[in-house]
C-alpha cells in the first residue's frame, strides 16, 4: 500500500526522525502559541534542541503507554545523573507548559535524577500526529505492553477514523498482527491485567478469545498460569472446556482400545505360558513384552518362538 505524501504515513523503517520532519515540511504556518517562560536559551527555533525548567514539562494524558517498569526507570536515571540527557524529549507548546509528545521514560527518569533542566525540541502537532507519533516511538522501543498497544490502535481507528490497513502501514506491522492485537480487547479485564503483568503471553491470551463467557474465560487462564501450561497446552485446555462431551467421547475410545489390548494380552500368555505387556506407542506402533523368571523359562520361550518360525 502507498504512503500518503507529507504525511506519517511512511512506515516505522524510515525512523521517528524522519517522519516528525516530513510533518513540519507538511505545515505551511506554525501556530502562534504563546511561548513559556523559560531559560534565555530558549529560542523560537522549532527544529532546535533548547533547555527549558522540567517543571514546565508535563506528559500527555493521551500517552498511549501507561505503566513504567521502576527498576529500568531508576538504573535511567543514574545513567543521567553520569552523563545527562543524551536525547532531547519532543515537545509541543500548550498555554502554560511543554506537553511531551515522546520521551515521557526520559523525563520521568530525570525527575529520579533532580535535574532541574531539560533539553526538549519543539513541535507543533495535530492530535492525531501526537498520537501516533507516541505510539510509534513507543513500538520502535517495545516499550508497550499487548494492552496498550491494542488500546492505542483502537483510538487510531474510533477517534481519527482510520482503516486497519493504514495504521499496519504507519506502524510498519501487518494487517493480521494490528488486528491480532486489538482482539486482547475483547478479553476478560482479568485476563488483559494478567496479559500486562506478564503472567500469561499473548500466545494463551489468543488461545483463550475463544472462550466467550468471561468467568470461564478467567478460570481457565488461572489455571494456565497455575500449571504453567504451554500455548498447545492452553489450546488443548480451551477445546476441552468448549466441547466437554468430546473429551468424554476421546476417553470412551481409549477404555475400549485398552480392553482390546487386555484380550490381546490374554491371547498371547495363553500361546507362551507368561506374562505378557504391550506397550502401545502411538496409532499403530508399540511393543511386546515377554517376562521370564529363569533361564530355563528364557530357552522355553525362545525354542517355542523358534518352532513358530
Do not use: C
Request: no cysteine.
Amino acid at each position: 500500500m502507498t504512503a500518503k505524501k507529507g504525511g506519517l504515513g511512511r512506515g516505522l523503517g524510515r525512523g521517528l526522525d524522519a517522519m516528525i520532519s516530513d510533518s513540519s515540511k507538511s505545515r505551511q504556518e506554525e501556530k502562534k502559541v504563546e511561548k513559556p517562560v523559560v531559560k534565555e536559551t530558549d529560542r523560537d527555533s522549532r527544529d532546535h534542541v533548547i533547555m527549558v525548567k522540567i517543571a514546565q514539562v508535563e506528559p500527555s494524558r493521551k500517552q498511549p503507554r501507561k505503566q513504567f517498569d521502576e527498576d529500568a526507570l531508576l538504573e535511567l536515571a543514574e545513567s543521567i545523573k553520569q552523563f545527562g540527557v543524551l536525547q532531547p524529549l519532543l515537545v509541543q507548546k500548550k498555554d502554560d507548559y511543554y506537553e511531551i509528545i515522546a520521551g515521557e521514560r526520559r523525563w520521568r527518569a530525570s525527575k529520579l535524577a533532580g535535574i532541574k533542566d531539560i533539553p526538549v525540541m519543539v513541535k507543533d502537532f495535530s492530535d492525531q500526529e501526537a498520537v501516533e507519533i507516541s505510539l510509534i516511538e513507543n513500538i520502535q522501543r517495545e516499550n508497550l505492553n499487548p494492552i496498550e498497544e491494542a488500546a492505542a490502535y483502537k483510538r487510531l481507528m474510533e477517534e481519527f477514523h482510520l482503516k486497519q490497513d493504514t495504521i499496519a502501514e504507519r506502524v510498519s506491522k501487518s494487517r493480521t498482527a494490528v488486528t491480532n492485537s486489538m482482539r486482547l480487547l475483547k478479553l476478560d479485564e482479568r485476563v488483559q491485567q494478567m496479559l500486562i503483568d506478564e503472567m500469561l503471553t499473548t500466545g494463551h491470551a489468543r488461545a483463550l478469545l475463544a472462550i466467550e463467557d468471561k468467568e470461564l474465560q478467567h478460570a481457565a487462564a488461572v489455571k494456565v498460569f497455575d500449571e504453567k501450561l504451554s500455548v498447545r497446552e492452553t489450546e488443548k485446555l480451551v477445546k476441552e472446556i468448549l466441547n466437554p462431551h468430546e473429551k468424554e467421547k476421546e476417553k470412551e475410545k481409549d477404555r475400549a482400545q485398552d480392553l482390546v489390548y487386555e484380550q490381546l494380552e490374554e491371547k498371547i500368555k495363553g500361546i507362551i505360558g507368561s506374562k505378557v505387556a504391550i506397550r502401545r506407542k502411538s496409532k499403530d506402533k508399540g511393543r511386546i513384552e515377554i517376562d521370564y523368571y529363569s533361564q530355563e523359562e528364557l530357552e522355553r520361550i525362545v525354542e517355542l518362538l523358534e518352532s513358530i518360525r
